[in-house]
């Protein structure tokens, strides 16, 4: 059985680190099998020498986006470890935790990158024309493309929002939905009415919407439309097909940008139809100004068992 001090500057972040009622050291404890006792202004830490290793390497990215104002929960844990055990360094998390917030919501709170996944994404968005976010649900493909609208459009880079995607959910056909075309179309649209809602405020998004400098539509309303001066984010693009897809892309008019994003695990499409989104990635993968970023269940940042369902899943279909 080995020991380890680790001695922490601020005291004010032990309690962080530790969590409620000691539940983020309780989550260090179960992975790493050490005993980490809090004398002070150190941490002792007992178990095996190649444990007590990677936890203090843990303990010192923790540490880390605590100095820039992060909150420690389960999932930054997770995350932490990840990089560590995968990268060897915290070079990430530096680099991640030094990253500016894209905005904030009406509430107050920083939106920004939680993974490093996230940051070379936003990254992407604001270095080229056209971005793919390609991966599975809760890796904040959308929500963080909603962020960069809001982002340059309150900067007057864009003097318009406009959010789409297809109609097309489960299988289910519109027209047996009852109320207008707008009633049956905003269920699919819900998403990004509420993003918008979190970082605009309802009141000053329904006062864009009526100006048209925010759109939400439906991608059939896009058909033979010139999209100059837009931020324009697709999404749920697998649901698109090949035909759609390229209407889509060809609509980008001058000093506009577009982002797309989807997950091509789950496809609704009949049988018959090809995804746009699967066979547009092969198709546009050298072209300048284009970025393609993939997302793992390591960028999911919901709960934990939201990125075992995603990895089990992987599993099972690489089988």
Known sequence: M???????????????????????????????HVNIVNRGSDLKLSGEEADLEKVSTVIDGLLMMLEKGETINEQNIRYVMNVAEEEHS?????????????????????????????????????DNTVVFGVGPAGTGKTYLAVAMAVRAFKAQEVNRIILTRPAVEAGESLGFLPGDLQ???????????????????????????????????????MRGRSLNDSFIILDEAQN??????????????????????????????????????????????????????????????RSKIVQDIIRAYEKYYNK
Do not use: W
């Open 90 to 126: 915290l070079a990430p998390i530096q680099a991640l935790t030094s990253s500016d917030c894209i905005c904030l919501t009406t509430s107050g709170k920083p939106v920004k990158p939680k993974t490093v996944g996230q940051k070379r994404y936003v990254e992407a968005i604001r």
């Open 240 to 301: 698109t097909t090949v035909e759609q897809m390229k209407m889509f892309l060809t609509r980008l008019g001058f000093n506009s940008k577009a982002v797309i994003t989807g997950d091509i695990t789950q496809i609704d499409l009949p049988g018959n139809k090809r995804s746009g989104l699967i066979e547009v990635l092969k198709i546009l993968k050298h072209v300048d100004d284009i970025a393609i970023l993939r997302f793992n269940e390591k960028d999911v940042v």
């Open 183 to 221: 009633t049956k179309v905003d269920p699919y649209l819900r998403p990004l009415y509420d993003a918008l809602f979190e970082m605009l405020g309802e009141e000053s998004f329904n006062r864009q919407l009526e100006k048209g400098t925010i759109e939400v539509a439906p991608l059939a309303y």
């Open 2 to 32: 080995a020991e380890k001090v680790i001695h922490i500057e601020n005291t004010e972040h032990i309690y962080s680190l530790f969590g409620d009622f000691d539940e983020n050291l309780k989550t260090l404890q179960k992975y790493y």
